[in-house]
């Protein structure tokens, strides 16, 4: 019997950020439950590259090319193209394009979510053959409330990671064994809250190292930032992120907004303490049973940090093992594709 195509379909895909690391995630569940995957984007190292489908592309692919790239696909898994507007032409001609076929739009940042895309009510689009999935029961509530019924599957991470090389790391960056280093593991955009990650570094002695390019135009806003900082500052891609979380003494996410926000639950996995700030989908986490520490009070991460407690570490771990495994994903879409007939 020959083995169905699932094709994994975004603007860019193959990078660090946020819906690249769940998409690989996915790609390695979908095929482990017996799909060929091929992955179709505007950007990045994929498989079929469609340079219409970018963030910033003047126009978008023909419907030619775009029905071409997913002929042989019996099922197509969209990755927030059709969720945040940040290509509409492409996103309406991917919806006009999978109508009646099996799909699975998977949203990470429906547009009411950001103050700027609040206005555009076209997206997310529906149709009876597809399926809609969720990244947090937040954002499922909230599709609902729309009309869309939608399943939530949280993201899923490597629970036994390689380990990273901590001296090693940290004799790259030049930061010598007894200095204090926290890793802010961010594309740096205003929601990110890079100021506030600087103040609490600054305020508990410790150089902060933030590992994303600026995006969205932040550019002037990060160099005044960094410039003005309270301590030392490093402003550099890791070798590896199991590097970057070992070299790191705690995790700084104190971002205003995330659609779920993957570097807490990272943190967990490297058993490194995290600060986070307050955004929605956090409580939600949080109530699975992690412990954080509050982002605007230096003091608790700073007590913590001069008497570390193993049993923090331990539980956070044990969370992340509990709710964020590769297998749970598996398992999850198992249970869709079975739902919907779609399974190989």
Not at 53 to 76: C, F, H, N, R
Not at 131 to 148: D, M, N, P, W, Y
Not at 182 to 200: G, Q, S, T, W
Request: aromatic share 6%; with cysteine; net charge negative.
């Amino acid at each position: 019997m020959p083995v169905p195509t699932c094709a994994l379909l975004s603007f860019r895909l193959g990078g660090t950020d946020g819906v690249s690391v769940v998409a690989a995630s996915w790609r390695r569940a979908l095929e482990r439950l017996g799909f060929a995957v091929v992955s179709v984007a505007g950007a990045g190292p994929v498989d079929r590259l469609l340079p219409g489908l970018a963030i910033d592309a003047p126009a978008p692919p023909t419907a030619e090319e775009l029905s071409a790239a997913l002929a042989d696909a019996e099922l197509v898994v969209v990755e927030n193209l059709c969720t945040i507007p940040l290509n509409l032409p492409a996103a309406r001609l991917v919806a006009a394009t999978l109508r009646g076929r099996p799909a699975i739009l998977h949203h990470h940042d429906p547009p009411w979510q950001r103050p700027a895309f609040a206005h555009v009510t076209e997206l997310p689009p529906d149709d009876p053959a597809w399926r809609h999935v969720a990244i947090s029961h937040l954002a499922a509530r909230q599709l609902a409330e729309r009309g869309l019924v939608a399943t939530a599957i949280y993201n899923g991470f490597d629970v036994d990671p390689p380990p990273g090389d901590r001296a090693g790391t940290r004799r790259q960056l030049g930061v010598s064994p007894d200095e204090r280093l926290f890793v802010h593991p961010v594309r740096a955009i205003e929601r990110k809250d890079v100021p506030a990650a600087l103040a609490l570094a600054g305020a508990l002695g410790a150089t902060y190292w933030l590992l994303g390019p600026a995006e969205d135009g932040y550019g002037p806003t990060l160099d005044a930032a960094l410039g003005a900082a309270p301590g030392r500052v490093l402003h550099r891609p890791p070798p590896t992120m199991a590097d970057a979380y070992a070299a790191a003494d705690a995790v700084v996410f104190p971002s205003t907004w995330e659609g779920f926000g993957n570097p807490p639950v990272e943190a967990a996995i490297a058993r490194r303490p995290a600060a986070v700030g307050p955004y929605p989908v956090a409580a939600e986490l949080a109530a699975l049973g992690f412990r954080w520490f509050p982002t605007a009070d230096p003091a608790p991460l700073g007590a913590f940090l001069a008497a570390p407690d193993p049993d923090l570490l331990d539980e956070n771990q044990a969370v992340a093992r509990r709710h964020f495994s590769q297998e749970r994903v598996e398992a999850d879409l198992r249970a869709l594709l079975d739902g919907a007939g779609w399974s190989p």
